[in-house]
């Protein structure tokens, strides 16, 4: 019921918002993504190489 507005500002409790990463089901916690390289193949129209 977190989501549910309370009307009286002094029963109000401020919310944390987590900035942390969703955990994947289907990578390793220590999986790192490959690098992304792009090349410029017309004006301000990048693509991704290999």
């Not at 309370?6 to 289907?26: G, H, L, V």
Request: glycine share 6%.
């Amino acid at each position: 019921m977190a989501t549910v507005p309370i009307a009286d500002p002094s029963r109000r409790q401020t919310r944390r918002i987590s900035n942390d990463e969703i955990k994947s089901p289907f990578r390793a916690a220590d999986y790192v993504p490959p690098k992304r390289t792009y090349q410029q193949a017309g004006e301000g129209h990048f693509v991704q190489v290999g």
